[in-house]
């Protein structure tokens, strides 16, 4: 068969690579002009380990080749960016919409279209029905369900940043067609390259499966962050208590941090609570939990800047120099996108009248959203009067554990172990 990727970002440029590895003949379609020339080069775009061999390997064999302009094909694949639009959260479609109309030109009776890209209940169903109002004059839906003469599927992409294409093959696939036809239509293409099982469901299952993974680690990492927040107030040490609570045998603590970043945790969680608002409580707050422990962790920047000014007196806070450690969104990846670090970096150089350094040994130039900070080693921030460890790249666990003011939202350095506390009133009690 040939297969047509439409998107060629984090999910489909890997997708189109793996299927061409198997000699598929695929056709990648991205509105990015750049990244299509980049392709076409045998080059990648963005970063993803083993990306680069893949896609060299598939574009000078002649496997792989990008174009602007979509092509017929066997199989359509539609990876293009869902995000969610305004204060309301909604989720914005018109990437789907757009490929939907893109593709509908070169569609011919028999073909497969499948939504990979993360979608709110109901988007399958409204990729079917704009395909239809492309192709007026053809068959399809008049010809509705097994008659159709497209088939349309739903399989969302689970595939992890940085292990992407360990994860395409060996990963599970949830397939939901809108017939049972156009489920094993699908479930034969990723076959193709999946060694994984591929589950199938209908449509709707499948859409809301993929966004119920990613609510599940965001309703999982709100309660480790909620627990930091608690523990901070207590005084007590939250990676020795999460590390004691998940000694037990049903307990699986995750770990706190930053905040929640990437694009799809911070996202989906999101088309569930836009569609059932009443319903989706806990979905929420917990999105709301992760959204605001940014503000928390610069609350405690300034609360240790204080603590600096107090025992030095003759100083002012422009003396103080702030040593931030990691900008990326999760540790040992060089993607700074959404990232709650560059956040509170930003926050920081834009507010903080001394000097802001950042730590990030996997960039070599700051983004320009943070003009104000300084790049610098781990070296050069060890003068820096406060410390704040934001990512546990693995580079900060071997490096100089700074003596003086910190914060560490990641628990990398060593912390005093927990002693009985004095209380007079309580050995008195004793
Ligand atoms: N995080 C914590 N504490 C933890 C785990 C993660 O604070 O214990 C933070 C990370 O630092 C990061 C954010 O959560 O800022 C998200 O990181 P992640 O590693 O949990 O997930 P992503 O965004 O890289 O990828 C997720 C994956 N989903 C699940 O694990 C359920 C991946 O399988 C999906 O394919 C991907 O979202 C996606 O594209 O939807």
């Not at 896609?55 to 602007?68: I, K, P, R, S």
């Not at 028999?110 to 709110?120: A, F, H, I, K």
């Not at 689970?158 to 094993?184: F, W, Y």
Request: proline share 8%; charged share 20%; hydrophobic share 45%.
């Amino acid at each position: 068969p040939t297969i047509s990727v439409i998107g060629l970002g984090y999910i489909g440029l890997p997708t189109a690579a793996m299927f061409a590895s198997r000699k598929v003949k695929v056709i990648g379609v991205d509105v990015n002009v750049k990244a299509v020339e980049t392709i076409n080069r045998g080059e990648i775009h963005i970063v993803e380990p083993d990306l680069d061999i893949a896609v060299h390997a598939a574009v000078t064999e002649g496997f792989l080749h990008a174009t602007t302009t979509p092509e017929p094909a066997d199989a359509f694949l539609i990876a293009v960016p869902t995000p969610f639009r305004g204060d309301d959260h909604d989720p914005d479609l018109s990437y789907i919409e757009a490929a939907a109309r893109a593709i509908a030109p070169v569609l011919q009776a028999g073909n497969l279209v499948v939504l990979e890209s993360t979608s709110p209940v109901g988007a399958t169903e409204q990729l079917a029905e704009w395909l239809a109002a492309a192709r007026p004059d053809l068959s399809f839906p008049q010809a509705a369900g097994e008659a159709s003469d497209i088939r349309v599927a739903h399989c969302p992409e689970r595939v992890l940043p940085g292990k992407v294409m360990q994860e395409l093959i060996h990963n599970d696939r949830v397939i939901g067609g809108m017939t049972p036809k156009c489920s094993a239509a699908a479930v034969a293409l990723y076959k193709i390259f999946v060694d994984g099982e591929c589950v199938v469901t209908n449509a709707r299952t499948a859409e809301m499966a993929k966004l119920t993974e990613n609510s599940f680690r965001d309703v999982n990492i709100a309660f480790a962050n909620e627990l930091s927040i608690i523990c901070d107030k207590l005084d007590i040490d939250v990676w020795e208590l999460i590390a004691l609570a998940n000694r037990h045998p049903r307990v699986n603590i995750l770990q706190p941090g930053p905040g929640v970043g990437g694009h799809c945790i911070a996202v989906d969680p999101w088309f569930i609570v836009s569609k059932t608002p009443e319903e989706a409580r806990l979905i929420r707050t917990a999105r709301e939990v992760n959204d605001s422990k940014p503000h928390w962790v610069l609350d405690k920047v300034k609360e240790a800047v204080a603590r600096h000014l107090d025992a030095n007196p003759g100083q002012s806070e422009a003396d103080v120099t702030i040593a931030c450690y990691g900008l990326a969104f999760k540790p040992d990846i060089d993607d700074l996108r959404e990232s709650p670090a560059v956040e509170i970096v930003k926050a920081l150089a834009e507010t903080h009248p001394g000097q802001v350094l950042a730590v990030e040994p996997n960039i070599t130039t700051l983004p320009p959203k943070l003009v104000k900070a300084a790049l610098v080693s781990v070296g050069d921030a060890a003068h820096a009067q406060v410390h704040v460890m934001l990512v546990d790249h693995r580079e900060f666990k071997d490096a100089a554990v700074p003596t003086k003011s910190v914060v560490d939202v990641r628990g990398v350095w060593p912390r005093p172990p927990a002693v009985p506390r004095q209380n007079a009133d309580l050995a008195l009690q004793c």
